[in-house]
């Protein structure tokens, strides 16, 4: 449902508001102070974000881009680079921070929808040391500039053993891990086998107000903690925090519910404006309009859409990025498509 001020924001999942569950749990949170591991409620949820992926070890961060260049620092040093996707979210979304923080470059692969495959690896492995050094590649799943697709499974776990042959790390960006779960069925432990250290978001799609977290073996994590301490995310009595984030992170299963609501999204437009969505590319929480398509420019669209009281970003180029999540529901998406219409 819209917002208690009658507007339906479809412009990420990050902006879904806390559940009175969630508020309830934070103003009963029991706290301590973190940085010297004494707030049970942050403790509890490090062993359950552990367990969920099948790790060792967790570290609850403020943010998945503090997460994801924790993880980077630790695995890679200055000169070196890391192996990504070209579309991905710690080279294009993270304000430059590998190379300010860890000093690091890119190589990068164009695969569809975020994959690497093997033989992308064995080709930038045969440059590397003439090229700069590669020591970590990095998965994002699911695959936010592809519009929400997921990596297939035998994907990630036939490239990252070839990375392994190589020597190199392998770290997950599962800011949205459990909607990758959803749409396929794959547990997440198997995903986050794939990868040394997998950081994933709470403050997405699974609802809660702020926090991410980074799972691995418990040495690796007694490091990146230190490192979190150097980078400033120490955050004392964060218990009232990770206490929202618990309730997320348990209520996850509910997450197909936002991958139906996209396909009806996706289905009216496509019907609506003929060839301007590919619904196979529908694989969970985000449709991705060919702008051109809607016969408007944004303009145009943004007024119309305030109007209805609907918020969603700009398109960026040609591709129009709509984001489902447990704050809009089908009349609000009606709203939507009867305002572009």
Not at 65 to 76: E, K, P, R, S, V
Not at 198 to 219: H, N, R, T, Y
Request: proline share 5%; with cysteine.
């Amino acid at each position: 449902m819209a917002f208690a001020d009658g507007i339906a924001d479809f412009r990420s999942d990050t902006v879904t508001r806390p559940t009175p569950e969630m508020i309830e749990a934070m103003a009963n949170a029991p706290v301590g102070d973190d940085v010297y591991k004494d707030d049970p409620t942050v403790n509890a949820l490090e062993e359950e974000s552990a367990a969920a992926v099948g790790k060792e070890a967790a570290l609850y961060v403020p943010t998945g881009t503090m997460g994801n260049q924790l993880a980077i620092q630790y695995h890679t040093n200055p000169g070196e680079e890391v192996l990504a996707h070209e579309g991905s979210h710690v080279r294009s979304i993270e304000g430059g921070a590998p190379q300010a923080y860890a000093g690091v470059g890119f190589r990068t692969v164009s695969g569809e929808g975020g994959r690497i495959s093997p033989d992308d690896v064995d080709a930038a492995m045969a440059m590397a040391g003439f090229f700069p050094r590669i020591s970590l590649m990095v998965w994002e799943n699911t695959h936010n500039l592809s519009g929400g697709r997921v990596i297939p499974i035998e994907v990630m776990e036939e490239t990252s053993a070839r990375a392994r042959e190589h020597g190199l790390a392998v770290h997950i960006d599962g800011a949205r891990i459990f909607n990758a779960v959803a749409a396929s069925g794959v547990p997440a432990e198997r995903w986050a086998a794939c990868g040394d250290t997998i950081q994933f978001c709470f403050s997405k799609g699974l609802g809660a107000p702020v926090g991410s977290i980074i799972c691995g073996p418990a040495d690796v994590i007694a490091e990146i903690r230190y490192l979190r301490k150097r980078m400033g995310g120490g955050m004392r009595q964060a218990g009232v925090i990770a206490a929202a984030a618990r309730v997320a992170l348990a209520g996850r299963e509910r997450l197909v519910e936002d991958h139906v609501l996209a396909r009806k999204l996706g289905e009216a437009l496509a019907h609506r404006f003929p060839g301007g969505v590919d619904l196979d590319q529908i694989e969970t929480n985000m449709v991705r309009v060919d702008f051109e398509a809607l016969g408007m420019g944004w303009p145009e669209v943004k007024g119309r859409l305030e109007a209805a009281g609907v918020k969603a970003n700009p398109p960026m180029g040609a591709s129009w990025r709509l984001v489902t999540h447990r704050d809009v529901d089908a009349a609000d998406v009606d709203r939507l498509v009867g305002a572009l219409s």
